[in-house]
Each structure stands twice: as structure tokens, then as C-alpha cells.
């Protein structure tokens, strides 16, 4: 399509941001345009003589500019693929495909217009009324609703974008950077704290920007200062979304350093909130056309983007900002056909046009036909930040607008400018800096004064002129229908706001707030400051769920011999926050190798600690519930540690490797825990102990060697040791060199009730060892095994596994460890409990039991339920497996003592239906119960 | 042939023992293995005879023979030095004990080490990290063990290991997760411009 002819741009202003020499093409609902480099998006389209934006949330109304600044209802658009983005703030780049959304089929022809039609069926309590019954008919219901819902769309294809945080510490932190907010953040600078200074727009200067050649200029003074101050950091395109406990203030960065956005979290000494005021819509018919403006966007559009907002304008002025919008209108030649000055009791009576406004219909009846209207009747402060520290605005009636309180605010949050009270620059600014100074003494411990005034100037109370019109643009929600609801008995603020929704919608009260509760206030005769304002909550400005996720920060942890597994094709399996191999394409054949070969498997993940000192034998008789006094050196014991309460919490062998030197080997998933559960005995309980505990997990790789040709295997790479049965029995462990290693650790246990060895080498040699014994086994049919196949060998050898086959209620015996409990130790975690378990609950308390399936080729699923023949639960299925060396199913499972005995034949009640008969077996093993094969 | 947990990409040599990248960065940011460094765990009394030998305090670190003892906790130490020099910084520990219960444990192998240097390292850190960098709070040879990209991780303002007028952080963490806070701080760096580099086993500066 052809380029539409840039029609609306006025000759150079003084202060404008655009470079007229920088042309950017970009697309608006599928038409090609040209803006310029610093436009935004909204003063592109405008200067390109497109006025309308949007569609209105409820009646589908036709909306262009009315704040022209980050928080205008009408100028919320879709840009690729980025939803709600707020045209009237961001920035117009090349390339951008910008959509009008919330239209169905377009933003020219909107079916939901006819909504305008039975506009007086929709009014407040509609939805909540209509749509309630019946509840059959939702999903119904919810699929037109969604049609009308307000939002653009995205895709599920997204991938999450470039959103990242960072902490800063700082003394003090000004929200805004106006006048005030500059000045206070020189002053505080001045007093030598660190300051950052957050500003919304993309450049600082608030209200200055646009007031005329004299603002500039001392803008520009402003701006040279706070560039000098190397303590001033500054934040622009950014915004204070909140202030929480302790001054914890949250930013949010734009478009900053690669990322979309961006969270900095502060810790600030002193909040300085500086937000200047937001200009206060009027409330009338025809309020909400196209060509219906406040002072302030004008003003920014005429000098910041030197964009002409109308050809013939009316302009309602009740303030000084009115007739400075006046004055540049006139400047810039656009015909001004009438003033209203609301300070002589003057105002308008409607606005009137079809799409957009065609005609103002003064009080007296006058109709003035023109393309502009202009509002100046006040102010609302936005108090958001102080309210979140304690404040509760009270009504100045001189002022006519919300003001801070100040009474109930800590001493680490002061406020400036225009929201505490008003004046020109040089008042804006003297203010500034005494807060700024306060700021500075007072972050840095200094006593400080007091908290420097700002009066307020008197301003007419205009609310809503004698028709009735929007109070909230985001949501539809006009004056009749406040009146409505107050009549309906929902005369608070609070229940006008929850019943009409008016301050709901995205610009959140800065707009509506005051007049909603003018109008609340009219229909039902109680003075404003009675009625008072609903509570601003965090967050200020709307945050991206992309912003508040971040970076995805999620741990990874891996082998030394990661790389080769990942290079061996294996299936990589999540175990907490550890990556291990799963298999590496047949785990039946892994587990197979082992018991015919030799198979390896990488076991880093155990948990290892080193303890050392001469109290260790006291630390491991208190933690494990078996014997520990005599483990002689060189010799390795199983160990099963129970909390307080008997249940089972870890276990695993422990060796001793010297007279004051032990080596603790805990569950892959417990070694956190175990270690904390050691430090927190020694630290508490036994700080007079000489034990130190250093976790070692990651300082060993540990590979488990296992098979009936393990032992030679191991003969070929240990260097210097005798691994003959009567040298190195079962039990035993040795510490030496391996493939050419030192201070390596070799166990004689196992886990698949094969004859094997664990070795822990020290991990940086971890590969090296791990391809030498594969090299050296070779000829003796070695196979890398994962996580799987040990899962299957242990399973037929009917080793249990800690918070698989045990849960949080299983006391030792109910796992089938009461044999190593040793009641008549001294003391020990859990002995009470077990005591009193042995004696008295042992009868009736779940055991662990091996099943086999009746039918070979069945393997119920884990967590299947054992059930009588009525249905009752009598247990479930804690582990199962095909054993490729049995060729039929094996499982463990904790059953009821009733159906516990060895040649029982239980109902296993699987997930999907049906059921299965088992038999218990006489031994958890299926595989070599006596253990001729491991102690070989 | 000993190997790092952190791969750096570039090209390989084997120095002391150990396969490493033998790239070098000269950017403005670099962040560095230095994982083969010697690294040594003390634990003794917080305050006793040990201690003083060792002459620094929980959150404290001082250089001395070519060793950065680094006060990692309160009563725990972890001494850095030149790559194999373990045995030899144990043997000299254990002569200074006096007779008093402590631990002496070789965690080269069980411990990740990398350094952060430039002008803006303590910006890259404060993305990644919530504690006050500021020269106030952690100054040059300050040591603290806290969360840096929820990894548990000991951290050591240690400028003379960087260039002049930088500041440089060691860091270090459990060997497995080495190569997840080495990404997460080129990550954090990228907008500075980090570039990685391989350890530096050559020089006579401890965990350069």
C-alpha cells in the first residue's frame, strides 16, 4: 500500500525529541507509515493523521488520545507479538508491526459496537448477574465472553525473552525526575549518599519538557548537574512499581542492556517519591471522543513530537496549564474557537461527533463545531508509593485533589513536588532540595530537619459537568452507572469500585479515582473527604510476567564424566538438581552385562562427607541406629539413620579409612539433609564433640564396578594393592592409587548384589579413570550402566531405596531394618520411638515384603494399591520391575502384617483397572538371598 | 591428565597435569577458570592459636607466600595457592596448629574457582547476586559465603587478582555446579561484554 503523506507534523519545536532527519517505516493495522526516530508510536500515527487507536473494553467505542502519556486507556496496541503495549509511550522503531487490538474483524467495523445499542442492559453488575445461571452453560457463556475480552493476544509458540534482574544498595532513591525530583537528588548527592534516580518518561525533566523555552533552559541546567554527580545513577524509561517493608523498592527497567525489561530490586536507605501530578480528566457526554484531549497531552504533543492534536480547537481551562495549552495552540496556528474559563464558573455541556468529535455544546447552549477539545480542570495526585508505605491521602478542598497525609509515614520515605503541594519551578525545586538534603542526612545516619511544606494553590472543584459521561476509559464505567450503584446501596468507594469496577481497569485510579468518587460523593450527598479513596497497592505499573520470572536460575549439577555419557547417547535422567544417565538405549541388556560381565556406572551423586576428629564413633552411634564403637580401620559398615520420630532418613555405608578419619556415604538425594542433620547435632546438642564434618560429595567421582569379572577388572588398574577375597573381603575398604591416581578410595560393596567396588577418585581424574577402566575392560565385555538397569539389579537383589520403598511415616522395622537396631546402644536418634515401636506397634505396622506376579509377564505400576477382595487398601507397590534376569516381574511393597507371611497370595489393584495376583516371597532378594555372588 | 569442571571453549593445552583452555581475554570483563588452583579447607577454632596463625577471621582474606587464606566461615578457612601446592600448603598448616583439633582437607577436586575482573564485575555480580558490593560493605579482600544464581557460593573481593583500577571477585562453589554459575555470570556479563578465559597456571600470583 502507498504511503500516507506525513500531514500533521509541525515545523521544529523548541524542545522536541524527534530527529526529523531519522525517517522510521512501520506498519499500523497492515498499512505501511513513516514516523521519525523519537516519536512514539501514537505521535507517529497522529502526525500521519490516524487519531483512533482502539476499541473501548465494554461498549466497543472508538478511542484515540486523552493523557498521551504511559497510562492513556485508548492507545493500548499490539506490536508483533507483544500485547498491550502503550502506544502513547513507547517508542517507535523500524520494522514495527503495530495492530489495533480488542476489535473483532477490525478496529474501522467492530460487531461489539452494537454492544452501544443495549448499552443500558450492560451497565454495572451485568456480568455478575447474568452469567451466574446457570452454571451449565459457562463454558458457553465463557467463549463469547473471552471474544470481548480486553488484551491483545500471543502466542504459544513464545519462547520466554531476554528479562533479567539486579540488586542494588543505595542510600537513597527519587521516583521521578522532575523539577523536584532532580533537585532532591542533587541535594542528597550533595550530602555525600548514593542516589538513583528513576524516571517513567525516557528522559528527565517531567512537566519541563514541554512549558516553554524558559523550563527548558533550566532543564538543561538540571540535567548538566545531575550528569556531573558520579554518585547519581540514573534510571530512565524505568518506574518505582513498588515500595514493600524496609524500604525494599522495586524498579522496573525498560528496554535496558539486551533485555526486554528489567527487575531491580533496592534496598534504599530513603524512598523520595516525586511523581509529579497527573492531569484529571472531565467528566461529560461525549468525553471519551477522538479529539478530546487533556492540557497536558496537547502540550506533549505539540512540543515534544511537534505533532498539531486539531485545526480548530475549544479549550476548558480552570488552571494555569489550560492556558499555557491555549498559548500554544495559538503559537502553532491552530484555530482556537473557544475558551472556557472554568475559574468563572464557565464549563461545557457536551462533546458530539460521530467517531470522532465534531462539536462542543458550551453550557448556554452554544455549539461550537471543532475537530479539539481541551480540558485543564485539575489534578490527581498520585500518592500510590506513600500509601504503600502507611499514608492515607487526605481531601484538600482548597486544592480539590487527594493529597499525602504525611502524619503516618516512617522516617525513611518523605515525598516532593507536585504531589505533596504546588509552584513554579524555583518552588518546585527549593522544595526538592530540602527534601533531597533531608534524604541524604537521613540515609547516612544524620539527624537531618524537619520535613520541609508545600502548599497548595486553590483550584475550582470541576468534576462533571451538568451530563454524564466516562470516569473510567480502561473500563467502560460512566457517572450514571456510580450513581446507579449508589442508589443500589454500594455507597462506599471501596463497593463503587468492586461493583462498577471503575479504578479496576489497567491505568489503575491514576484517572478515575477522584472523579468517581465526585460523582459517588453527589449521588449521595457525603462530602468527599468523607468518602475518602480507595487503597493503591503495588505495583504502580504493570510488570510483565516475563520481568517478575527473570532469568531462570535452576541449578544444574554434573559428573566429571557428564560429557562422555552425553557423547555415549545416554537418556539423561533429572535427579533433583543432578543430570545422571538413565540408560544408554537398553537398559535390560545394561543390567544383563552386570550380571554376566562387568558393567560401570557413574555414582557422583552419592553423598560423601569426611569426618574427622576422635568423637566420631559418639557422632555415628547417635546418628545411625546401629553399632559403631568397634568398626575397625579399613573396614566399611551399612548404616540406617532415623529421625527423631523412628522413621527411616537416610542411610548408607560408612568406612573407616584412618584411626581419626571416617568416610560417610549417605543417599544421592540426602546428602544435604544428612549434613545439615550432622552440623545441627554437633552445633546444638555436642559442640564440646571433636568432630568436623566436610562434605566431599563433589570432591570424589565415585563409579560403582560391578560383575562377576569386576575383580579382575580391578586388579588391572589398582596399583599396588592384594584384592583377593581374603585381602579385601566384603566390607572393606582400602585407600590407594587407581589408572595411575592417588588418593583414591576403593569400597568392596555393591548395590546390585554382584560381586563389585566403588571407587572415589578425586573428581578432576574422574574421566581419566572412567575411560581407563573401560579400556582395560574391553576383553572382559565391560558396558557402561545407567540409573535404570541399577534400579533393576537392586530390585531383583531386593535392596531397598530410602523414600521409594520407605515414606514419611516408616519406622526402621516397617523397612525392614529392625535387625540393626540396637536398642540396648546408649542413646541414639529415634530410639525412643523404635523402642516403643518393637514393643508395641510391630503387630499391626506395614512391612516391607518382595511380590512376584503370578503372571510373569505382569509388572504392576509403582504406587498400585494391594487390596482385599471388599476393596480395602492393604498396601501398595513401592518398586517394580521387569527382571531381565528372572524374565518375570519383581517387586517390592509395604503391606499390612496380615498378608505379610512368605506363599501369601495378594490382589494388586492396578491404576488402569483390573487386577493382578501376587505371591510374597520368602526374602526380599530374588537374586542370590544368601549373597554367595557378592561376597565372592 | 587432571580436567576442570568448567569448559572454556578455545584451544587446549596440558599444563601441570591438567587439559585447560589456553585462551586469554584482554576485555574489559573477563570472567576466568581458575578451578586447577590448589584449595585447601582449614577447620579450627574460630579464635585460637590456629587461627592467629593464619591471621585472618571469618569474612576477612590476606595473601602471604603466595597463598590467599580466605576466611570462609567462622572457624573455617579455605587457602588458595598455586596449582599442586596443596600437600605443601597442608603440611605448613598442620605445623602451625600447635597441637589444637583441626581439620585439614584437600578440596582441589571438589571446588570450582573462577574470577570475575573488570570495571563493571561487581555490577555483572549484583545481577546474580543480593549482597551489598559496595566498597562500605565488601571492601577489597572481604569473603562471604551467600546465593549467587541460587548456587551456594563463596565469594572473595580480591582486587589485586585483576588489573589495575579493577575490581576482581573469586568465586567459588561446589565442583558440580561449576559450570552453571560459569554460564550464569557470562550471562549476567554479556551486556558488559564479558569474555572467558582459561585458568592462568603459569603465573607466580596465587589464583590469578
Same mark, same amino acid.
Given at each position: ?27 499500523? %493495522? ?13 505521535? !507517529? ?17 472508538? @478511542? ?32 514495527? %508491526? ?21 448499552? @443500558? ?101 538540571? +540535567?548538566?548537574?545531575? !550528569? ?72 506533549? /504533543? ?6 498539531? $492534536? ?10 494555569? &496549564? ?41 453550557? %448556554? ?35 480539590? +485533589? ?19 503541594? &504546588? ?22 545516619? +544524620? ?47 471501596? =463497593? ?41 497497592? $503495588? $505495583? ?33 535422567? /533429572? ?10 538405549? %537398553? ?94 547435632? /554437633? ?107 541399577? @534400579?533393576?539389579? +537392586? ?11 520407605? &515414606? ?129 | ?29 573477563? =570472567? ?26 571469618? @569474612? ?26 596443596? $600437600? ?23 571446588? !570450582? ?96
Amino acid at each position: 500500500m502507498a504511503t500516507t503523506p506525513v500531514s500533521r507534523r509541525l515545523p521544529a519545536q523548541a524542545g522536541e525529541l524527534i530527529d526529523r532527519s531519522r525517517p522510521l517505516a512501520f506498519r499500523w %493495522d497492515g498499512r505501511r507509515y513513516v514516523g521519525l526516530e523519537g516519536d512514539t508510536i501514537v505521535s !507517529a500515527l497522529l502526525a500521519n493523521g490516524v487519531d483512533v487507536f482502539s476499541r473501548s473494553f465494554k461498549y466497543s467505542r472508538p @478511542r484515540g488520545v486523552l493523557t498521551g502519556s504511559f497510562v492513556d486507556p485508548g492507545c493500548t496496541v499490539q506490536v508483533g507479538d507483544e500485547p498491550n503495549v502503550r502506544g502513547a509511550h513507547r517508542r517507535l522503531e523500524a520494522g514495527m %508491526d503495530v495492530r489495533p487490538q480488542n476489535v473483532w474483524p477490525s478496529l474501522r467495523f467492530d460487531v461489539k459496537s452494537a454492544n452501544r445499542l443495549v448499552g @443500558r442492559f450492560l451497565t454495572a453488575g451485568f456480568y455478575y448477574k447474568t452469567f451466574i445461571k446457570p452454571q451449565r452453560l459457562w463454558p458457553a457463556y465463557q467463549q463469547v465472553l473471552s471474544r470481548f475480552a480486553s488484551g491483545g493476544v500471543t502466542s504459544e509458540q513464545n519462547v520466554h525473552g531476554y528479562y533479567d534482574k539486579r540488586y542494588v544498595h543505595v542510600d537513597v532513591v527519587v521516583a521521578g525526575a522532575g523539577p523536584a525530583g532532580m533537585s532532591a537528588a542533587l541535594a542528597a548527592a550533595d550530602t555525600g549518599a548514593s542516589v538513583l534516580l528513576v524516571e517513567e518518561e525516557y528522559e528527565l525533566g517531567g512537566h519541563l519538557r514541554y512549558s516553554g523555552e524558559q523550563s527548558l533552559s533550566t532543564l538543561s541546567d538540571l +540535567r548538566a548537574q545531575v !550528569a556531573a554527580r558520579p554518585s547519581i545513577e540514573v534510571m530512565t524509561d524505568a518506574v518505582v512499581t513498588g515500595r514493600y517493608d524496609d524500604n525494599w523498592v522495586a524498579v522496573l527497567q525498560r528496554h535496558i542492556g539486551g533485555a526486554v525489561e528489567r527487575l531491580v530490586k533496592v534496598r534504599a536507605g530513603v524512598l523520595v517519591a516525586a511523581p509529579g501530578l497527573i492531569e484529571r480528566p472531565y467528566v461529560f457526554d461525549g468525553n471519551d471522543l477522538p479529539g478530546v484531549m487533556l492540557s497536558t497531552a496537547v502540550r506533549r /504533543l505539540i512540543n515534544l513530537y511537534a505533532v498539531e $492534536p486539531g485545526e480548530r480547537a475549544v479549550v476548558l481551562t480552570a488552571n494555569g &496549564d489550560g492556558d499555557a495549552a491555549v498559548a500554544d495552540l495559538t503559537r502553532v496556528g491552530v484555530d482556537v474557537v473557544g475558551v472556557v474559563d472554568g475559574r468563572a464558573g464557565e464549563t461545557i455541556r457536551r462533546a458530539t461527533g460521530r467517531g470522532r468529535l465534531q462539536a462542543v455544546e458550551l453550557e %448556554d447552549g452554544t455549539v461550537l463545531p471543532a475537530d479539539l477539545l481541551v480540558t485543564a480542570t485539575g489534578w490527581t495526585a498520585p500518592t500510590s508509593l506513600l500509601n504503600m508505605a502507611g499514608d492515607r491521602p487526605v481531601w484538600n478542598v482548597t486544592a480539590a +485533589r487527594f493529597v499525602p497525609s504525611g502524619t503516618d509515614l516512617p522516617s525513611t520515605v518523605l515525598a516532593t513536588g507536585g504531589v505533596v503541594g &504546588d509552584g513554579g519551578p524555583e518552588d518546585l525545586m527549593a522544595h526538592g532540595r530540602a527534601v533531597g538534603t533531608l534524604a541524604g542526612e537521613r540515609a547516612q545516619g +544524620r539527624a537531618g530537619g524537619t520535613v520541609p511544606t508545600l502548599p497548595c494553590a486553590p483550584h475550582p472543584a470541576m468534576f462533571r459537568a451538568s451530563t454524564h459521561g466516562f470516569v473510567d476509559f480502561s473500563e467502560d464505567v460512566s457517572s450514571k452507572e456510580v450513581v446507579a450503584a449508589a442508589k443500589e446501596g454500594y455507597d462506599s468507594s471501596e =463497593l463503587v469500585k468492586r461493583f462498577t469496577t471503575a479504578t479496576m481497569g489497567p491505568s489503575q485510579g491514576k484517572l478515575e479515582t477522584i472523579n468517581t468518587i465526585a460523582v459517588l460523593s453527589e449521588a449521595t450527598g457525603r462530602a468527599i473527604e468523607d468518602l475518602g479513596t480507595t487503597v493503591w497497592r $503495588p $505495583p504502580y505499573a504493570p510488570i510483565s510476567l516475563g520481568a517478575l520470572a527473570g532469568r531462570v536460575f535452576e541449578p544444574t549439577r554434573v559428573s566429571p564424566m557428564q560429557g562422555w555419557h552425553e557423547q555415549h547417547g545416554a537418556v539423561p535422567l /533429572l535427579a533433583g538438581q543432578w543430570i545422571r544417565p538413565d540408560h544408554y538405549g %537398553d537398559a535390560a541388556r545394561e543390567a544383563r552385562n552386570v550380571r554376566e560381565n562387568v558393567g560401570i556406572i557413574d555414582v557422583t551423586p552419592l553423598g560423601k562427607l569426611e569426618l574427622n576428629g576422635p568423637d566420631v564413633p559418639q557422632l555415628l552411634n547417635l546418628v545411625y541406629v546401629n553399632k559403631w564403637s568397634k568398626l575397625a580401620v579399613g573396614s566399611v559398615r551399612y548404616g540406617v539413620m532415623c529421625a527423631e520420630d523412628g522413621v527411616v532418613m537416610d542411610d548408607g555405608v560408612t568406612g573407616r579409612l584412618a584411626d581419626d578419619r571416617y568416610l560417610m556415604s549417605t543417599t544421592s538425594s540426602g546428602a544435604a539433609t544428612v549434613w545439615e542433620w550432622l552440623e545441627n547435632w /554437633l552445633q546444638t546438642a555436642h559442640p564440646d564433640w571433636q568432630v568436623h564434618v566436610t562434605p566431599v560429595t563433589t570432591a570424589y567421582a565415585s563409579i560403582n564396578v560391578a560383575g562377576p569379572k569386576s575383580r579382575e577388572l580391578m586388579q588391572r588398574v589398582v596399583e599396588g594393592r592384594d584384592l583377593s577375597t581374603e585381602a579385601f573381603g566384603y566390607m572393606q575398604v582400602r585407600e590407594g592409587r587407581i589408572a595411575g591416581v592417588a588418593d583414591c578410595v576403593l569400597w568392596r560393596i555393591g548395590f546390585t548384589g554382584e560381586l563389585s567396588y566403588e571407587l572415589h577418585v578425586p573428581a578432576s581424574y574422574g574421566l581419566h579413570v572412567w575411560e581407563e577402566l573401560l579400556e582395560a575392560g574391553d576383553d572382559l565385555g565391560i558396558r557402561a550402566f545407567g540409573v535404570e538397569a541399577q @534400579r533393576i539389579l +537392586r530390585l531383583e537383589k531386593g535392596h531397598l531405596i530410602v523414600a521409594q520403598d520407605t &515414606d514419611g511415616l516408616t519406622r526402621a522395622h516397617s523397612a525392614g531394618l529392625g535387625g540393626i537396631v540396637k536398642l540396648d546402644k546408649d542413646d541414639f536418634a529415634g530410639k525412643p520411638e523404635l523402642a516403643w515401636h518393637e514393643r508395641f506397634a510391630l503387630a499391626t505396622a506395614p512391612r516391607l515384603v518382595a511380590l512376584q506376579p503370578v503372571d510373569p509377564t505382569a509388572v504392576p505400576p509403582e504406587a498400585s494399591q494391594i487390596v482385599t477382595p471388599e476393596g480395602d487398601i492393604l498396601g501398595r507397590i513401592t518398586s517394580s520391575r521387569m527382571s531381565p534376569a528372572l524374565g518375570h516381574g519383581v517387586c517390592l511393597a509395604q503391606v499390612d502384617p496380615a498378608v505379610s507371611a512368605a506363599g501369601t497370595v495378594v490382589t494388586i489393584r492396578l491404576p488402569g483397572g483390573g487386577d493382578i495376583a501376587a505371591t510374597v516371597q520368602e526374602d526380599l532378594a530374588f537374586v542370590d538371598p544368601e549373597g554367595v555372588r557378592l561376597r565372592a | 591428565m587432571a580436567r576442570s569442571p568448567i569448559t572454556v571453549s578455545g584451544p587446549r593445552s596440558v599444563v601441570h597435569g591438567w587439559e585447560v583452555s589456553t585462551r586469554r581475554s584482554a576485555a574489559a570483563l573477563r =570472567l576466568s577458570d581458575a578451578s586447577p588452583l590448589a584449595k585447601v579447607s582449614v577447620r579450627a577454632d574460630a579464635d585460637g592459636a590456629l587461627a592467629d596463625a593464619l591471621g585472618v577471621r571469618f @569474612r576477612g582474606s590476606r595473601r602471604e607466600d603466595g597463598v590467599l587464606v580466605i576466611g570462609s566461615g567462622p572457624g573455617e578457612w579455605l587457602l588458595v595457592g598455586r596449582v599442586g601446592m596443596a $600437600p605443601e600448603i597442608a603440611e605448613k598448616v598442620r605445623g602451625q596448629g600447635e597441637g589444637e583439633f583441626a581439620t585439614i582437607v584437600d578440596l582441589t577436586h571438589g571446588r !570450582a574457582l573462577m574470577r570475575l575482573s573488570g570495571r563493571d564485575a561487581a555490577r555483572t555480580l549484583a545481577k546474580v547476586c543480593a549482597v551489598d558490593l559496595s566498597d562500605d560493605l565488601t571492601p577489597d579482600g572481604a569473603a562471604f559465603r551467600t546465593s549467587v544464581a541460587k548456587v551456594a557460593t563463596d565469594v572473595v573481593r580480591d582486587d589485586a587478582g585483576g588489573g589495575a583500577g579493577e575490581s576482581s571477585y573469586l568465586l567459588h562453589c561446589e565442583r558440580s555446579s561449576g559450570q552453571y554459575l560459569f554460564d550464569c555470570l557470562l550471562d549476567a556479563g554479556m551486556e558488559f561484554g564479558v569474555e572467558p578465559a582459561g585458568p592462568h597456571l603459569n603465573q607466580d600470583e596465587p589464583a590469578r
